[in-house]
């Protein structure tokens, strides 16, 4: 049977395989490891899923297929023969593509459109979608459109409607939006491009500089950020909020950790950690701003489940802490420090990464003031934080103090969430940190 790469979420196209456990010849069983992929956010080792004998390995260690590629032949253990499978539920036909992440490759021959798997037919990235609902969206009449497609109909005025879908099984993809007729006065669905890569290089001597191909993540985060600055209208909101009293309980909170028997405690509260409960807590607070954009409608969520970044090895990812409101402080420490250490070595699974209903991404550590975050889709805000510092401050009576400021800049997204909306929400985020003890409650 074909041993295909596997897909991980809607919007991973390609993985790279990284080890073979296994060589060309071996016995396999169910549960035997084959192979380690590595996508854009994760590592994870393949099991087979029959008996047999590993007779081909079609795409080595280091190289990159596409998703529903053909990775390797398992024959039948008792004759030897090799039998083609079915393609597995991605709807992928197989194939051999792979594409070698050596800069002197030979540009591998692309698929047929028809051939393709459907994580890799639109020619844009795709928008995640929440977990556990990784298919598209089903329009009236049973056609059924990808989020993205649903995104620039709805930008440029198109009626999905009187479509017709060229991806697998009549789907409608972005491709199908771009080559539709443009609405009067709606704007073209196609991003805008840069200069290319010779355009840039020409501007340079050609020993001045050091070419550094991408990797699957930094190609990522390229798509998603372009795309979000294209099509989102941020804009920013920054308050300062007085962390002394959040200092003080901290620091007792972690004295009074209860010790295990080699000493060690039971939890370590970290000033980000409040945070993550004053944003759950102001979501509940605010509901209206408790909301994700849907291409053509808002979807206003019931719980706060908070996206946190984590820096990796060139580049992030945001893990997120689902149902954050009716989780206690420690909860929230314990398994933040969990998906923060599963994230670096590229363990988590899609189910931890996609969704959520707001994010967080904190540089104080490395000493910067305050800035401004661009969202994640399809996020409405992300709550930037900066470095606290110690400020002179004016007191109720007319005197001069000095006081712990934290400085948060809220950014929104307009289509979902006004001025005042954004206002209300980062006004409840401060009173809760400013007031931790309404946080144990």
């Not at 798509?223 to 007085?242: E, G, K, N, W």
Request: net charge neutral.
């Amino acid at each position: 049977m074909d041993v295909l790469m596997p897909q991980l979420g809607e919007t991973v196209a390609e993985g790279k395989i990284t080890k073979w456990f296994k060589s060309a010849g071996d016995q396999v069983k169910p549960g035997d490891n084959l192979f380690e992929i590595e996508t854009d956010k994760v590592s994870m080792e393949v099991p087979s899923t029959t008996t047999g004998v590993l007779a081909e390995i079609r795409v080595p260690a280091g190289a990159v297929a596409p998703v529903g590629a053909v990775v390797g032949v398992i024959a039948d253990g008792a004759g030897g023969t090799v039998t083609t499978a079915a393609a597995t539920a991605t709807g992928a036909q197989p194939q051999s593509v792979v594409r070698s992440t050596r800069r002197d490759a030979t540009p591998a021959t692309a698929a047929r459109p028809e051939e393709r798997p459907r994580a890799a037919l639109d020619p844009f990235f795709e928008v995640q979608t929440p977990p556990r609902n990784y298919g598209p969206a089903r329009l009236p009449g049973g056609a059924t459109v990808t989020p993205l497609a649903r995104r620039l109909a709805g930008e440029a005025g198109i009626d999905l409607a009187q479509l017709r879908g060229s991806g697998p099984r009549g789907r409608i993809v972005a491709r199908d939006i771009a080559a539709a007729p443009q609405a009067a006065g709606a704007p073209p669905a196609t991003p805008m491009t840069g200069p290319t890569a010779a355009e840039i290089k020409a501007l340079f001597e050609p020993d001045s500089f050091e070419e550094v191909p991408l990797d699957a993540m930094r190609r990522t985060i390229a798509a998603r950020l372009t795309q979000a600055a294209q099509t989102i209208p941020h804009f920013y909101l920054t308050v300062d909020a007085d962390i002394g009293r959040l200092i003080a309980m901290r620091e007792d909170a972690n004295n009074a950790a209860p010790k295990d028997q080699d000493g060690n405690p039971a939890f370590k509260l970290s000033v980000n950690d409040f945070i993550i409960r004053a944003l759950a807590l102001a979501l509940q607070t605010v509901p209206a701003a408790n909301a994700v954009w849907a291409g053509d409608r808002i979807l206003r969520l019931r719980h706060s489940d908070i996206g946190v970044a984590v820096a990796l090895d060139g580049g992030l990812i945001t893990p997120v802490i689902r149902h954050a409101e009716t989780k206690s402080l420690s909860a929230i420490s314990a398994e933040m420090k969990d998906l923060a250490t599963r994230a670096r070595a590229k363990k988590l699974k899609p189910a931890e990464y996609q969704g959520g209903a707001s994010a967080i991404t904190n540089l104080g550590m490395h000493g910067v003031r305050e800035f401004s975050a661009i969202i994640n889709p399809p996020h409405a805000t992300i709550l930037a934080i900066g470095a606290a510092r110690r400020q002179a401050i004016e007191r109720d009576d007319g005197g001069i103090g000095f006081a712990s400021l934290l400085s948060l800049t809220l950014s929104c997204d307009h289509r979902v969430v006004d001025g005042a909306l954004g206002a209300e929400l980062l006004a409840a985020i401060k009173r809760s940190i400013e007031s931790p003890i309404t946080m144990l409650v």
